[in-house]
Nanobody, 125 residues
């Protein structure tokens, strides 16, 4: 069955950096649409970006230039590099996956369907 497990969350100071990982199993990683989201109390779930099966990447404006999405198909792992971090990035970060073609792989569509991990907490002070 499909599994996604996030890791790498931590408490860091503003200006610092983190790399989040999403290890996956149970599906064809290289052919699925993958993405990152975050949630925090009092705020709507925010789509951060997506990466499609051909390596095409989209980013939300709020993180463009600071966050980088990548994937390693040999280990079926999705990454989110964040630098620099600021206090407004404090949230629980989730990865998501769905069987979507590249033209339908983006954050808003991925948010409506697919599989999700339990999340990893990032706190920036």
């Amino acid at each position: 069955h499909v599994q996604l497990v996030e890791s790498g969350g931590d408490s860091v100071q503003a200006g610092g950096s983190l790399r989040l990982s999403c290890t996956t199993s149970g599906f064809s990683f290289s052919t699925w649409c993958m993405g990152w989201f975050r949630e925090s109390p009092g705020k709507k779930r925010e789509a951060l970006g997506s990466i499609d099966s051909e390596g095409g990447i989209t980013y939300a404006e709020s993180v463009k230039g600071r966050f980088t999405i990548s994937k390693d198909v040999t280990t079926s792992t999705l990454y989110l590099d964040m630098d620099p971090l600021n206090p407004s990035d404090t949230a629980k970060y989730h990865c998501a996956a769905d069987r979507r073609p590249p033209q339908l792989c983006n954050g808003p569509l991925l948010a409506k369907s697919g599989f999700w991990g339990q999340g990893t907490q990032v706190t920036v002070s």
